[in-house]
């Protein structure tokens, strides 16, 4: 960390942790943010649900396994379908489906480009359940298609995200999972706010020209007359 002349990070929780572990790197340059979202334009967010022959649905995207959260996530559900049992939830973009999906659940595994932005964009909401979550591509793409997001609060950087765009609800166990999604089913204009603040948020921080700025500043700062010739701290 020491002999950097700069650090680019992903996330403010990112930058954050580091310098708490490697103090040095509170005396280095930085620039956070270094991904973009590119969604697709005219995406049809009624052609998924059509397809599929679905109603409602929460949308989760990602690896079935227990380090992300699918155990809560199944088990907040089963507390919401006794409440809308006309609800689905869809897992997607695991090849290792679910070996036997409780009912209202539909595990399918990879979709399709167009598919996977269709089913973004068509959801009451985009879950992210686990607590182990650093930078949530997911949830970026949920927010680029307007949709809002139920975030596992755990995670330093999921609650940072929330915070920040506007665009989720947080919750930390399967009954705040279940109110969280049953609060933005009884109210769509709420659903709609927090997806058009995710979307404002992306469109500002996490799209291409953005993400080339701040590195192309922090190249050139880095690059200016004196700073590269300077000793570097040791500690």
Known sequence: MAAVDALWYGTEEERTLLEAVHPVAARRLYAIGTVAIDPPIGVNRDAFRRDRGLGRYLLYAGRVARGKGVDLLLDGYALLRQRHPELSLVLIGDPDRLAAPPEGVLSLGWL????????????????????????????????????????????????????????????????????????????????????????????????????????????????????????????
């Open 112 to 235: 399709d480009d167009e598919e996977h932005w269709s089913a973004l964009a068509g959801a009451v909401a985009v879950v992210v359940p686990s607590s182990l979550e650093s930078l949530s591509l997911v949830t970026l793409e949920a927010w680029a298609a307007g949709r809002p997001c139920l975030l596992n609060r755990d995670s330093p950087v999921l609650a940072g995200q929330a915070r920040r765009s506007g665009g989720a609800l947080l919750f930390r166990d399967p009954a705040e999972l279940c109110d969280g999604a049953a609060r933005l089913l009884a109210d769509p204009a709420e659903a709609a706010r927090l997806g058009d603040a995710g979307r404002r948020f992306v469109a500002l921080h996490y799209r291409w020209n953005a993400v080339v700025q701040r590195l192309e500043e922090l190249i050139t700062t880095v690059g200016g007359a004196g700073w590269a010739d300077r000793p570097a701290d040791r500690e």
